[in-house]
T-cell receptor
Framework: RKEVEQDPGPFNVPEGATVAFNCTYS??????FFWYRQDCRKEPKLLMS???SGNEDGRFTAQLNRASQYISLLIRDSKLSDSATYLC?????????FGKGTMLLVSP | DAGVIQSPRHEVTEMGQEVTLRCKPI?????LFWYRQTMMRGLELLIY????????DSGMPEDRFSAKMPNASFSTLKIQPSEPRDSAVYFC?????????????FGSGTRLTVV
């Protein structure tokens, strides 16, 4: 059974800070993952994919460590609009398995 | 593209009543998924369809829950009779694949409250 574990947080950071979340997974065969973002009372939306080579999109950097079976998401220069819950997702071979998410609160 | 469309956005019903949730997937997406989200359990997959055919319904909690997809552009999730523990946000999502690299596009969800 696939499992994805995340620290629920919340992570409270000031604007401009750098923050990182980790996510551990149980399916050793998984080779790529997703990070989704979910705003309060909204639907989850795809943020970025994560591969063995890592992925960077502006202020966001995602890394995959297959040896230790964890994924990380780094957010630099945090904005107020980054406040949300970040869900780690294992696509696996069948359907997507979602972690419960890590809540980020960015304050002025 | 209008995205995945769900209705209603909010539903408040009394215990024992029938509840029907509706979903229109993105045109061209062959896969449709129904998820339930609660604080305690996070996002749980209830059932998914491929080309209108149910593939895996192992996540459906019990016989009170049923789902149909009569055509490529419409699906329903029905709860009969509803119970207070069914209160949750129900999301429909669609995709070009079940797993792998495409990800899923979610609808705005139906917030169900059973009193």
């Amino acid at each position: 059974r696939k499992e994805v574990e995340q620290d629920p947080g919340p992570f409270n950071v000031p604007e401009g800070a750098t923050v990182a979340f980790n996510c551990t997974y149980s399916n050793s065969a998984s080779q790529s993952f997703f990070w989704y973002r979910q705003d309060c009372r909204k639907e989850p939306k795809l943020l970025m994919s994560v591969y063995s080579s890592g992925n960077e999109d502006g202020r966001f950097t995602a890394q995959l460590n297959r040896a230790s079976q964890y994924i990380s998401l780094l957010i630099r220069d945090s904005k107020l609009s980054d406040s949300a819950t970040y869900l780690c997702v294992d696509p696996g071979y069948s359907t997507l398995t979602f972690g419960k998410g890590t809540m980020l609160l960015v304050s002025p | 593209d209008a995205g995945v469309i769900q209705s209603p956005r909010h539903e408040v019903t009394e215990m024992g009543q029938e509840v029907t949730l509706r979903c229109k997937p993105i045109s061209g997406h062959d896969y449709l998924f129904w998820y339930r989200q609660t604080m305690m359990r996070g996002l749980e997959l209830l059932i998914y369809f491929n080309n209108n055919v149910p593939i895996d319904d192992s996540g459906m909690p019990e016989d009170r829950f049923s789902a149909k997809m009569p055509n490529a552009s419409f699906s329903t999730l029905k709860i009969q009779p509803s119970e207070p523990r069914d209160s949750a946000v129900y999301f429909c999502a669609s995709s070009l694949s079940a797993g792998g690299g495409y990800g899923y596009t979610f609808g705005s969800g139906t917030r169900l409250t059973v009193v």
